[in-house]
């Protein structure tokens, strides 16, 4: 597949346009919502399915010294890329160095709605990959977080006395990481067996529903870009826009060396290219309530997630299969 | 029937906060509290609505505590002690209860 063909499948999927319609829809204020008990069931669902399967995935194939330099690459490329993102937002925007830790947190950890997409666009390029992506993606949300307060302890020295034991419990005991963790570990127990029992619920609905939470995903974002977009100056958009091909490119240089498959590949790129938008805001209005929720959120939902999901996958994928020597 | 004069502390704050300031008021003696969903708002931080979120950042939550007046002075210093970094609002009201012994 071609990377326009690439491309021309990923906007005209129905994923991509239930999102494009939530986000098309809040900006033209309609009344349209998805109710929050509501949008914290689908996300439940689409942890549990995703979670799941990537369990069932490492039954079949075991642990090996492949998905550990998997994650170890995860967890580098987590910790490393908040560096280079503060480092670029001092560099060429006015943000304070709070702000700009509590930024470069959320593109070093990922955004797991992203992954979940990646999932379908490389399902739909035809391309299988390995399940433990899942436990990847786990690890690189928490790494970010500890290098992004370091970064504002450095730069506001009468922090350094607080204690982080209790965030990280907070950040490790998150919901969502809970829901992904817990359904991998169920689905490595009980493998292609557990899947058949449970497969009418995560198999065949699972594309209805993540088009419902990605329209509601729209809304949100729309809603935010409508609400917070003018707080974002020119140099922070821009930001938003170019750290996900930085990051991007940095972990296809890690799949150089990475036995993964192009799928494999397409999500670890995917997974470094994404902005986290649920387990880092809530972790930074602990850790640096003093940075502004106003720029990092606007920033993360609704410019950076909007980029990848529309164009950034395509170029994932198009990166990944030049990287993996796959299709 | 008999009713006793007490302070309300009404607490607007961040979801995510919103168990370290339920420890902040036990440690400084509050015996119970109720704890509300808001549904949206708008303030000096901008505008929020619960609506479609599925993390706790960008929700705001109201923690509802009754305690005497002696007290509130010391349930203040604990609450700011949290808040003072964080997003919200601190209101104090004169309120009667009838079961006085309660709080």
């Known amino acids: 597949m071609s990377g326009i063909d690439l491309a021309i499948a990923n906007l005209t999927s129905p994923m991509v346009l239930f999102f494009v319609l939530g986000f098309a829809a809040a900006l033209a204020r309609s009344d349209l919502s998805v109710p929050e008990a509501i949008a914290k069931a689908l996300a439940l669902y689409l942890m549990l399915a995703i979670g799941f399967k990537g369990g069932v995935e490492i039954n079949k194939t075991g642990i090996d010294a492949r998905m550990l330099g998997a994650i170890g690459a995860g967890a580098l490329l987590s910790a490393v890329i908040p560096l280079i993102g503060y480092g670029l937002l001092r560099l060429t925007t006015r943000l304070s160095a709070v702000d700009a830790a509590a930024v470069a947190a959320h593109y070093g950890s990922i955004s797991i709605v992203t992954f979940v997409a990646g999932t379908e666009a490389v399902r739909l390029a035809g391309w299988p990959f390995e399940g433990y992506l899942v436990a990847v993606a786990a690890i690189m949300e928490t790494p970010a977080i500890m290098v992004a307060l370091l970064l504002a302890r450095r730069a506001a020295p009468d922090r350094r006395g607080e204690p982080v034991g209790a965030l990280l419990r907070e950040i490790g005991l998150n919901g969502s990481i809970v829901m992904l963790i817990g359904s991998f570990i169920i689905g490595a127990i009980t493998g292609p067996k557990g899947l058949q029992m449970i497969d009418p619920f995560i198999g065949a609905p699972f594309r209805g529903i993540l088009c419902l939470f990605l329209l509601d995903m729209g809304l949100v974002a729309g809603r935010g870009l409508r609400e917070g977009g003018r707080l974002l100056s020119l140099p922070v958009i821009a930001f938003g826009l170019y750290m996900p091909l930085i990051s991007a490119v940095l972990a296809a240089a890690f799949c150089l060396v990475l036995p993964l498959s192009p799928g494999g590949a397409a999500l670890l790129i995917t997974l470094s290219a994404s902005a986290s938008y649920i387990a880092v805001p809530a972790a930074m209005r602990l850790a640096l309530p003093e940075a502004r929720p106003a720029i990092y959120l606007t920033l993360s939902l609704a410019v950076t997630f909007p980029f990848n999901l529309t164009i950034g996958l395509p170029l994932y994928l198009f990166l990944a299969a030049r990287v993996s020597g796959g299709n | ?103």
């Open chain 2, 1 to 103: 029937m008999d009713m006793h004069p007490k302070k309300r502390i009404e607490i607007i704050v961040e979801a995510p906060a919103i168990h370290r300031l339920t420890a902040a008021l036990e440690s400084a003696g509050v015996t119970g509290y109720s704890i509300l969903p808001v549904l949206g708002g708008r303030g000096s931080t901008g505008t929020w609505s619960r609506d479609g979120l599925v993390g706790g950042a960008g929700q705001m939550v109201m923690l509802i505590c009754i305690t005497d007046a002696g007290r509130v002075e010391a349930v203040l210093d604990h609450v700011m002690r949290l808040l003072s970094r964080q997003i919200g609002i601190v209101t104090v009201g004169d309120v009667a209860v009838v079961r006085g012994e309660r709080f």
